[in-house]
């Protein structure tokens, strides 16, 4: 099966950029997602990018996808408090369940 | 909000019960998923569903069973909980788009003492 890697833990101060890295095995994804937990609530949407793209901007969120190295990574500019929480990537065919990595915890320094 | 509640939200229960989560959304999506999540693993899939009375297994369904008998309600039953079934249970649906996007419940968390 696919297998999807995540570092645990990323922390940085307030106004610097939030880089959080995934890898992944199987090349087969349709879509990539990048998934917001905070501290006892469900995983919140933040981004996707379709597999033939290789960057996707909203906002302060930047997704880059590298296929050949079959990376993807979530920028967040000028991260927050707000921000501090679990991140996760996740990966798809658009028609069938997603595969989760294990999670990010991103710890914003004020 | 994509109208989905699990209960019950917490639950503590002994090693042997029975134990069913329930999953209701008030939407009429087909695709329903029960995941679970446990630290250093992520979400691992259980049981999915595809509509009424299709449901099939996740990469870890062993000790699991689910029901679908209506569109709007996804059971998840633990026959015997033991105590590495203690974890967050998330419910998700998917609105059929071809991007394939979840949207998740809040979580129901089981200990098993």
């Known amino acids: 099966g696919e297998d999807v890697e995540q570092s645990l833990f990323l922390s940085v101060r307030e106004g610097d950029s939030s880089v959080i890295n995934c890898t992944y095995t199987?090349?087969?994804?349709?879509?990539l997602y990048w998934y917001k937990q905070e501290p006892g609530a469900g995983l919140q949407l933040l981004t996707y990018i379709f597999s033939n793209m290789d960057m996707k901007q909203d906002q302060r969120l930047t997704v880059l996808l590298n296929k050949k190295d079959k990376h993807l990574s979530l920028r967040i500019a000028d991260t927050q408090t707000g921000d501090s929480a679990i991140y996760f990537c996740a990966l798809g065919t658009g028609r069938r369940a997603l595969t989760f990595g294990s999670g990010t915890r991103l710890q914003v320094q004020p | 909000d994509a109208g989905i509640t699990q209960s019950p939200r917490h639950k503590v229960t002994e090693t042997g019960t029975p134990v069913t989560l329930r999953c209701h959304q008030t939407?009429?999506?087909?695709?329903m998923y029960w995941y679970r999540q446990d630290p250093g693993h992520g979400l691992r899939l259980i049981h999915y569903?595809?509509?009424?009375?299709?449901?099939d297994k996740g990469e870890v369904s062993d000790g699991y069973s689910v029901s679908r008998s209506k569109t709007e309600d996804f059971l998840l039953t633990l026959e015997s909980a033991t105590s590495s079934q203690t974890s967050v249970y998330f419910c998700a649906i998917s609105q059929g788009s071809n991007t394939g996007e979840l949207f998740f419940g809040e979580g129901s968390r089981l200990t098993v003492l």
């Open positions: 569903s595809y509509g009424v009375k299709d449901t």
């Open positions: 939407e009429n999506h087909r695709y």
């Open positions: 199987d090349s087969s994804s349709t879509y």
